[in-house]
């Protein structure tokens, strides 16, 4: 007995060195490219080439409402939440693929009988118990072997899908701190012309009010006057263009903040300067900066999970 229980031991062991050595379909590699060591721009002293990652970017302008839109655009913004629920789907779709080297049936039953014989039975006289109780327990489990290891390439693919969801989330996240601060100088920006186009018209109504003075003393001729008229007319003309971009600016950025369009002087209270950059910008090497765009890394990430997914296909053939 204790001979077969070992050999049986054996046969076991080597069922699942096999499971874990076979694996049908390609391992994934990442292409390679040709990047360049050095920028052309190598020699300009406001750039940066050493490594340094920095995540909060938008915190080298060292203005705080840019940082509180930031911080606010994190928790609200739509486009963000929706790529955050994309990685909760990647990660159940992994725990799901995992599931499949457990068994894949599973059923458990039970059931209970109480018995009694009749009085009036023939065989009521030769029995001294007229009852009885009756149990029955008992489990079901059908497991599939992973053979030619159909459900660790699909266990690849899925973990593969989840990073790539995960890079999506990062590039979503690139792209609405990118706009969110351009919305946001834009609105600076306007703001400075605006003010820049209401002090122009005091002037150059003066200028006008001049001019007029100057041509019914007979120094300057009709043409001066309307030449000032003009000018004048000019900048008039383009404040309502300026107050139109200005509050298109603030919509996106509501938009952005995850709010309807609105009153933002909540948000935008502080200083009204025009964010200035750094002097000198990190930009690392070519490689890295390569790295570090989530969006090379997600489409990497999906030729991974498609890759395993050959695998998954040609299993389906044993």
Not at 65 to 93: K, P, T, Y
Not at 98 to 104: N, S
Not at 115 to 133: I, K, L, M
Not at 147 to 168: M, P, Q, T, Y
Request: hydrophobic share 45%; net charge neutral; proline share 5%.
């Amino acid at each position: 007995m204790i001979h077969r229980f070992g050999r049986w031991s054996l046969v076991l062991v080597f069922i699942l060195f096999l499971t874990s050595c076979a694996r049908i379909g390609p391992n994934f590699s990442p292409p390679t490219a040709r990047v360049s060591a050095n920028w052309l721009e190598g020699g300009d002293p406001h750039l940066k080439t050493k490594p340094e990652i920095i995540r909060n970017w938008w915190q080298s302008f060292n203005d705080p409402v840019l940082d509180r839109l930031v911080d606010r655009a994190f928790q609200e913004n739509l486009s963000l939440r929706m790529a955050g629920l994309r990685v909760l789907e990647a990660r159940a779709r992994l725990a799901i693929a995992v599931g499949g080297l457990y068994p894949q049936n599973q059923q458990a039953f039970g059931s209970f009988q109480y018995n009694r014989v009749s009085d009036g039975a023939p065989t009521a006289a030769f029995s001294n118990n007229f009852s009885y109780r009756q149990i029955e327990v008992g489990l079901l489990a059908g497991w599939e072997i992973d053979f030619w290891g159909k459900f660790r390439r699909a266990i690849e693919s899925a973990d593969a899908g989840l990073w790539a969801e995960v890079a999506d989330y990062e590039d979503v996240l690139v792209s609405l701190t990118a706009d969110v601060a351009n919305a946001y100088i834009l609105i600076r920006t306007l703001e400075k012309r605006l003010g820049l186009a209401v002090q122009n018209v005091e002037i150059q109504k003066e200028s006008l009010k001049i001019a007029e003075a100057r041509f019914q003393y007979g120094k300057v001729s009709q043409l001066d006057v309307e030449q000032a008229k003009t000018i004048l007319n000019n900048t008039l003309a383009i404040i309502p263009v300026l107050k139109t971009q200005w509050q298109q600016a603030r919509n996106a950025l509501s938009l952005l903040l995850g709010l309807p369009p609105g009153d933002l002087s909540e948000f935008l209270a502080g200083p009204g300067d025009i964010p200035v950059s750094p002097p000198e910008i990190v930009v690392g090497i070519p490689n890295d900066l390569l790295r570090r765009r989530p969006d090379i890394r997600r489409v990497e990430w999906q030729a991974a999970a498609q890759c395993a997914q050959i695998g998954v296909a040609k299993a389906d053939y044993y």
